[in-house]
Nanobody
Framework: QVQLVESGGGLVQAGDSLRLSCAAS????????VGWFRQAPGKERDFVAG????????YYADSVKGRFTISRDNAKNTVYLQMNSLKPEDTDVYFC?????????????????WGQGTQVNVSS
């Protein structure tokens, strides 16, 4: 398994942008599918965006399509989430997760490695 550390969260105003980073330690990171999830207190963890290993196919929740972009730099063992046109409803703790040689199943239960999360607050 890989160890994951998120960074880049913060407090911004509606309409602003943030870029989250998910840095991985461990070997063969390029063989991991990575997803971003978010979670509010007392609520379930929801899928936001994902990028597969190999073909680098990307997937997005409907709520973020056209605003968020996921990318990865395997040479740096890092996955990014560029978040534009942020809305107050994007306020959450954002987690990245990784699963070895996984396909397109972005159910949280499919991911074995998780970061500690980074808080994003969007004010109106």
């Amino acid at each position: 398994q890989v160890q994951l550390v998120e960074s880049g969260g913060g407090l911004v105003q509606a309409g602003d942008s943030l870029r989250l980073s998910c840095a991985a330690s461990g070997r063969s990171f390029s063989l991991y599918t990575v997803g971003w999830f978010r979670q509010a207190p007392g609520k379930e963890r929801d899928f936001v965006a994902g990028i597969t290993w190999g073909s680098l196919e990307t997937y997005y929740a409907d709520s973020v399509k056209g605003r968020f972009t996921i990318s990865r730099d395997n040479a740096k063992n890092t996955v990014y989430l560029q978040m534009n046109s942020l809305k107050p409803e994007d306020t959450d703790v954002y987690f990245c997760a990784a699963q070895y040689l996984s396909g397109r199943d972005y159910s949280p239960s499919n991911f074995a490695s998780w970061g500690q999360g980074t808080q994003v607050n969007v004010s109106s």
